[in-house]
């Protein structure tokens, strides 16, 4: 089964950096769809970022571009998001979410099967 864990969240000032990491295992494809996502407390969660192993693909929210980047170690299975110029607003549990699938990349529909337990992001102003 698909194992999630997520790590390097903490608490930075504002215009500061944290690098997230998401390493999954036991995927039965070597292909799959790893995505980032965020909730704020009373808010609903929203999609951060995206990443393919298939296809090479990347997305981010238009609230991130410019500011974040995910990135991929295939031998760690690990995919990456650095935050940078972070802003009070970006606090939030930070989750990653992996589909083990082959053939979709973060372009196509895409619900994802398998979660970690969140990261705490708390930006002080």
């Known amino acids: 089964e698909v194992q999630v864990v997520e790590s390097g969240g903490g608490l930075v000032q504002t215009g500061g950096s944290l690098r997230l990491s998401c390493t999954a295992s036991?995927?039965?494809?070597?292909?799959?769809?790893i995505g980032w996502f965020r909730q704020a407390p009373g808010k609903e969660r929203e999609e951060v970022s995206c990443f393919s192993r298939d296809d090479g693909s990347k997305t981010y929210a238009d609230f991130v571009k410019g500011r974040f980047t995910i990135s991929s170690d295939n031998a760690k299975n690990t995919v990456y998001l650095q935050m940078n110029s972070l802003e009070p607003e970006d606090t939030a549990v930070y989750y990653c979410a992996a589909l083990d699938i082959s053939g979709y990349g973060c372009h196509d529909p895409i619900t994802f099967d398998y979660w970690g337990q969140g990261t705490q992001v708390t930006v002080s102003s």
């Open positions: 036991g995927f039965y494809f070597d292909e799959y769809v």
